[in-house]
């Protein structure tokens, strides 16, 4: 067996045979490593496929260095006739496989490393569900009573449909009209019984799905950055689509079934059993070993399931990346290699479903079996009793009408059980992120100043991303920048610049030092109110899909009317441009309508348009033009009567920063300069290198 890259085509093998468990280690450092740094996703599975192709796997990508696969065409006559036994005796050796149990069933199990979620059993999944839907009991009770109604109902028919036809067939008038009276009314009972029990538990459904949906946002919304930094998007929105169906599904469909069935079993149980006891032991005992082979086949698709929300959960991130960076791929031509990054997830969940419609087969196959014996016992056992004179005819017909009721409620039973089973298992992951607590940021209350200045001062701050601990990415800063000073950050790209920022609006926490506001630890003031008087346009401003007007206002605490919507934009010299849009500032945005520049100045309105005591410009103007940098280089200063504020600018283009009150040299988490323009250029250190490049550069 020779072992695979994950993530690959299966065709695509790696290296020879380790052991299970560093395979297990390897996959999880691979993820791991994958998802906190990018870093190349690296790791082994099993695999029966032979070639002999050398690659190195950059994000579930296959970089093929070397292609020497044997082609079938190149073989001699011999080795034709090698590989066809080779074929037969695989094929021979796969048959005792195919038995239940046997090697063939085994699902790939490479994603197992990665679920870390606590198993959850029946119970704690409904008493969970029950905590969400509790507010609405009375839907809940109300789709019990009318499941209770429509089985008692339903399981009544059978006795009076026999009765009547056996008093017409004695001439008892009386008797068979009283019958078919009840029968009409027990029809019509269990028939409006079961359209309100369809209908309170479809409402159940919707709103356990909808509660569940809102618990597990909120939950997400509310967790560290560093848990985006390590969670996928098509992962969480895996969580959040199809898992939260699949789970809600638990009261809406599955317990909605086995209630009813089980209700309709044990009633016919027990008429059997008063029936005629000998019988009705017959088919109680294959209805245990149908109950029996139904556990097995239940534990196998939950198996199936969590693997199945897995695999659905890695094809989902591979389509949503591929899809976002579709610009990317058109240019370099790769959609047919995205198409197989995205088929291999596909091929495996192919294994699953392959797998357990097999299993389905199987249960299928044994319940018909089983239910055909019990007709055939019947008979048997029945038409003797009947020659004997022990049981009458219509006994007997009652008999064979109720085991069928018996065991059609037990396979339903069991069909219900494994889509629980099923259910329970895509609960697992689901309940593990509801269970996540959220950020102290928001559950601790941090103090307000009467007013905020804007003094920022770095006392020995030093900090690594958790992701990668042993990397310092800052060392030792310490930095004070005074209310309404402009403060420039430079230096080459990977220095720390934005990680500075990052710290600065408390997106991570310092690893030791700490950070002044005002004089008061960042830590110990209120990060909304803190956060609401901080103006930030990021590196690349991304638009939300909603009209020019909401997304400058987006996020700001105050009233504003469409002059102060249009004076910020007009401050970021946005104003022309959105005036030419089609709806004006009404016009519905997203990140494909617009240029770099214009995203950027409508980031630069919307912070301005808060009127902060902060300003954070990180690379904000890197795609402006050089007379619209010019145009809003004053309102991003801090001076002027109107612009009191503190102003921290990240640039690589230094002629942006050359007016900065103060400007700070940042090398690898280092400050090693800081003085104004003029001083560093005299200092001829990195600034004055990095300014010269630049100029000649132009030049
Ligand atoms: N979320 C993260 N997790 C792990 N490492 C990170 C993360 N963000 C940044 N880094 C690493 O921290 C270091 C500093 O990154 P930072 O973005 O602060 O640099 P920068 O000076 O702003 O660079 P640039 O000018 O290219 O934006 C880099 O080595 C980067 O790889």
């Keep these: 067996m020779a072992l695979i890259l994950k993530h690959h085509h299966p065709s695509f093998i790696y290296s020879n045979i380790h052991s299970k468990k560093r395979n297990f280690a390897t996959n999880f450092r691979a993820k791991f490593a994958h998802r906190r740094f990018n870093k190349p996703l690296v790791s082994v599975v099993p695999s029966v496929r032979v070639n002999r192709i050398s690659s ?13 696969s044997i082609d079938v065409a190149d073989c001699t006559d011999n ?57 609405d009991r009375w839907v809940i009770f109300s789709a019990f009573s009318a499941l209770v109604l429509t089985a008692l109902t339903e399981i009544s028919i059978p006795h009076f449909l026999t009765a009547s036809i056996f008093s017409a067939q004695s001439g008892d008038t009386a008797v068979f009209h009283g019958n078919v009276k009840l029968l009409i009314f027990l029809c019509i009972t269990s028939g409006i019984c079961s359209g309100l029990r369809g209908c309170w538990f479809g409402i159940a459904n919707m709103i356990l799905v909808k509660r569940m949906r809102e618990t597990l946002y909120t939950t997400l919304l509310l967790q560290d950055i560093n848990f985006f930094d390590s969670e996928s998007i098509g992962d969480l929105t895996s969580r959040l689509g199809s898992d939260c169906q699949q789970v809600s599904r638990v009261i809406g469909n599955d317990l909605n079934l086995i209630l009813r069935n089980l209700l309709q079993a044990t009633g016919a149980l027990i008429y059997l059993l008063v029936l005629s006891w000998p019988l009705g032991l017959c088919t109680l005992t294959i209805c245990s070993t149908l109950s029996f082979i139904m556990l097995r086949y239940g534990q196998y698709q939950k198996k199936a399931a969590k693997l199945t929300q897995e695999y659905t959960a890695s094809a989902n991130e591979v389509a949503q990346e591929t899809i976002s960076l579709m610009r990317t791929v058109r240019v370099y031509g790769t959609e047919r290699r995205e198409v197989e990054r995205y088929n291999n997830w596909l091929e495996k969940l192919a294994h699953i479903s392959l797998r357990t419609s097999a299993a389905y087969g199987i249960w299928n196959f044994s319940f018909n079996t089983l239910y055909h014996s019990t007709q055939v016992i019947a008979v048997l056992i029945g038409g003797m009793s009947i020659m004997a004179g022990h049981i009458t005819a219509e006994k007997l017909t009652k008999f064979i009408l109720y085991s069928e009721w018996l065991i059609y409620s037990t396979w339903f039973v069991g069909d219900n059980l494994s889509s629980l089973m099923q259910s329970v298992g895509a609960s697992e992951k689901v309940f593990q992120m509801m269970d996540l607590a959220p950020s102290h940021q928001f559950t601790s209350r941090g103090s307000k100043l009467p007013n905020l200045k804007g003094r920022i001062e770095f006392v020995n701050v030093s900090f690594s991303y958790t992701s990668r601990e042993t990397v310092n990415v800052l060392q030792d800063i310490n930095i004070t920048v005074n209310p309404y000073e402009v403060v420039a950050l430079v230096g080459l790209s990977g220095s720390g610049k934005s990680t500075i920022v990052n710290l600065l609006l408390r997106l991570y926490e310092p690893t030791n030092g700490q950070i002044l506001i005002d004089g008061s630890p960042l830590k110990d003031l209120d990060i909304k109110w803190l956060r609401e008087r901080i103006g930030y346009v990021g590196q690349e401003p991304r638009l939300f899909r909603m009209d020019v007007k909401s997304n400058i206002a987006y996020g700001c605490t105050r009233d504003v ?29 997203d990140d494909d309508l617009l240029s770099g520049g214009q995203k950027q100045r409508i980031a630069i309105a919307r912070a301005i348009l808060r009127d902060p005591s902060i300003l954070i410009l990180d690379e904000a103007t890197s795609a402006l033009d050089a007379e619209s940098e010019y145009n809003i280089k004053d309102v991003l200063r801090a001076a002027g009567e109107n612009f009191k504020r503190t102003v921290i600018i990240i640039a690589h283009r230094l002629t942006t920063v050359q007016a900065a009150d103060r400007i700070v040299v940042m090398d690898r988490g280092h400050i090693i300069e800081m003085g104004n323009h003029k001083e560093l250029l005299l200092k001829d250190g990195l600034y004055a290198r990095l300014t010269r490049r630049q100029v000649d550069a132009v030049g």
């Design 79 to 135: 080795e034709v006739k090698v590989k066809v036994t080779e074929r037969l005796l695989r094929l021979v050796k796969l048959i005792p496989s195919l038995f239940p149990g046997g090697e063939w069933w085994r699902f790939l199990d490479d994603v197992e490393v990665v679920q870390n979620a606590k198993p959850v059993t029946l119970v704690k999944a409904l008493r969970r569900m029950w905590g969400l839907i509790a507010s």
């Design 56 to 68: 190195a796997s950059v994000n579930g990508y296959s970089v093929v260095n070397h292609d020497d």
């Design 561 to 589: 009317t469409q002059e102060d919507i249009e004076w910020a934009a007009k401050q970021a010299s946005a104003h022309d441009f959105i005036s030419s849009l089609p709806d004006g500032y009404n016009t519905i945005v």
